[in-house]
Structure formats: C-alpha cells, structure tokens
C-alpha cells in the first residue's frame, strides 16, 4: 500500500504494460493521413492526419506516429510507459496522447500537431545562429513550468533537450520525450537520490548532468534535469549544444573537470584576433579550443561576437550548469528568476512575433492530394529521406 507521500500519477513497477490500454486497427478509419512529414526514434515515421468526422469550420491537424513494432522490439515497454505517461500526466505544457493503437505490426499514437515543429527544427531552419533572447525565455519559461509539475508528480525527465520542446504557432510550449522519464518514488516513499541509468544515454551525453554520467554512490535527483535545462540554454542561444562533438570519455572529463558550458555573446565569445581554431578537432564547451566544420562554427561565433545577452540570461544558466546540484536551484525557484520573470504569464505576442514569418506544417495542408491511408509496413519505402525534413521526437 503507498504511503500519504506517494504523488499523484506514480506507477507501480510492472503496471504499465499490464494497464495501458492500446485500441484496434479499426481506430484507423477514423483518421484521414495526408502526408509525411517527419520521422522519430530510431524506426518511426510522422503522418500529418486529419478526423474524418471533423467539420470543413474545424478541421484540426493531428500527429501520427507510426512504430514498426518489428524493428525495435526492445523499446516496447518504454513506447508503453511513455504512452501511459502522456495520458495520465495533465498539463499545459506536456504533449498529451489522444489515442493510440496496433495496425499490423506498428503501433500508431496520435497527439495534437505542433505546427512549428521542434526548438531544434526551427534552429536548422531559421535560426542557425541561436533564438533572440526574448524567444528563449518564453520558450524555457514554458519548460520550466512542465518541470515543475513533473518533478512534483516525482518523474525526472531525464531527455530535456531542443529536440523535445515542440512550438506551435499560438505559442504554447511543448515538453516532450517522456519515454526516459523516471519515477523517484519506490513502494510509496520519495528517495532522495536514485541511481538508473538511461538506456539511451549516449544519445544525450551532451545534455545528461554530470551526476547522471558518473554512476557514482552519490547518485542524483530532480536537479539533473536544471543542468540539463541549462545546456538546453546554451543550444538554444549559440544554434548548437554544448560538448556536441566530443567522444564520450572526453565529454565526461570537460564536464568534470572543464570550464561550465556557457551562452555565446561579445561578452563571452574573444574577438577574431584572438580565437583559437584547430581545424579537424571536435567541439568544445564553449573556450573555442577546437571545433568542427559541420558546426559552422566561424559565422556561429561571428554572429555571437555581435550580439548581447542580458546579464540574467548570463546568470540563469550558469546557475543552471553548476557542476554541485546543491547549488543548482530547483525548478520552482528558477521561475522566480528575473530571466524567467522578464516574460509575464500571458504574455506571449511579445515573443511569438519573432516566428510569425516561418510556415507552419499544416499552412498548407489542405492543398495536398487526396488524403491516403496509413501505408502498411512494407509500403513505408514510399517515405523518402527527402520528405522527412521535421524530427520531433528524437
């Protein structure tokens, strides 16, 4: 029996799969498929669809994504808890599942489409420099707050990154990637520390706390996902993570050991005479000691040299970097923070107008060609790498 300090929405071990209802292929004829436009994890592909049911004045836009349960069997269980989690976790922030099911051998979740995509999709698209400062306070402002209940409901999520924050065009912030997410309560009582490791942790090394990487008997709590926040920070102002390049041992030794991972301004970034650049090396956390090609790292920091960041964005995310998670304030704190507070609660036009220009997925949806079905396994060659230019959920 869970003790009074068990949160609302805690799972028991074992009980997702054995609770978490999946729907039959017959939910299919509900939904009308009109392109793809996007692909997620490791096999998974993302459909833009529409209800059949719905009138020509609402005609909402939906995203389908589509597992070919054959090719990552493994990862079951987490499509399972991640779906459990979508659905019983309720807030404003966190992607939400409306329904999911198995067709053959894929399962299909469908949530609300987010018509601007990813962080990161906007950063390879319009923004390869980094968001203007006011953008990315309304954006972690919005993450912040998902943290908040998250960490309230005793989850750390574990993957917050670019790539997991969804923007649509009406401003609402997105938290997505719940599938690492992992509870802190056991048999009914909150731990102060917990010592899993992710299983797809070397896809985020660069964002991962440093506690995370060491495995060590100290452990970590809550507060790993404030670091990871602030590296999120980092990407979302210099157009690239941190330690993005660097083979995991040396990673590993740069957080420990190495400057904290910083935001690129005239402030930070030494002038052209002064930079150090060894070409063929990977990217650094920031001092500029080598770099590669494919981060366009000279426009990057010519871009930077250019700009001025306020000296609370400066402040908020070293806080956020702090190697020591007791010095990391915790998510409700940084709320009150006077880069958080510099968007009001409500006040999104402010921010918003900066993306009013970029197209979102579904502007043109309603000039495709006839809708088609979702296709069958062996049709999904059909989805060329060409078409998959949006990744949501990496």
Not at 176 to 200: N, S
Not at 322 to 329: C, K, Y
Not at 347 to 376: F, H, M, Q, R
Request: charge should be negative.
């Amino acid at each position: 029996m869970a003790t009074s300090d068990q949160p609302d929405g805690w799972i028991q071990e074992g009980e997702i799969a054995k609770n978490e209802p999946v729907g039959e292929a017959g939910q299919l004829d509900a939904y009308n498929i009109i392109k793809s436009f996007g692909q997620c994890f490791d096999s998974g592909i993302v459909l833009l669809a529409t209800k059949k049911s719905s009138q020509k004045a609402d005609c909402s836009f939906f995203a389908v994504r589509k597992y070919n349960l054959e090719d990552c069997q493994k990862e079951i269980c987490r499509f399972l808890k991640e779906i459990w989690l979508m659905r019983n976790l309720n807030h404003e922030n966190l992607l939400a599942c409306i329904d999911s099911f198995v067709i053959r051998h894929s399962l299909c979740i469908v949530t609300p489409l987010v018509d601007y995509g990813s962080a990161l999709d906007l950063i390879q698209t319009h923004f390869i420099n980094g968001f203007p400062e006011i953008v990315i306070a309304g954006i972690l402002r919005d993450v912040l707050q998902a943290l908040v209940y998250l960490h309230s409901k005793g989850y750390i999520h574990r993957s917050v990154k670019a790539s997991h924050i969804l923007i649509s065009s009406k401003g609402q912030v997105l938290l997505t990637g719940l599938r690492d997410a992992y509870c802190i309560v056991e048999k009914g009582r909150w731990q102060t520390a917990v010592f899993d490791y992710p299983i797809d942790a070397e896809q985020n090394f660069c964002w991962l706390s440093p506690e995370v990487l060491q495995q060590n008997l100290r452990g970590y709590c809550e507060k790993s996902d404030i670091y990871s926040l602030g590296i999120t920070a980092c990407e979302l102002a210099n157009g690239i993570a941190p330690f993005v390049d660097l083979p995991s041992t040396q990673l590993l030794i740069n957080k420990l050991n190495g400057p904290p991972p910083q935001i690129w301004d005239c402030t930070t970034v030494p002038p052209p005479e002064h930079r150090i650049i060894l070409p063929n090396q990977p990217a650094d956390s920031g001092v500029f000691d080598g770099v590669t090609a494919c981060s366009n790292i000279d426009a990057r920091l010519e871009a930077a040299y250019q700009r001025t960041f306020s000296r609370s964005f400066h402040r908020f995310t070293m806080l956020c970097v702090q190697l020591d998670p007791g010095l990391r304030p915790g998510s409700t704190q940084l709320l009150k923070h006077p880069f958080i507070q510099s968007i009001r609660k409500g006040s999104i036009a402010n921010w918003l107008e900066c993306l009013t220009c970029i197209p979102t997925i579904g502007k043109n949806a309603e000039l495709e060609s006839a809708a088609y079905s979702i296709p069958d396994d062996e049709d999904d060659q059909r989805f060329s790498e060409d078409s998959m230019t949006w990744d949501f959920y990496d």
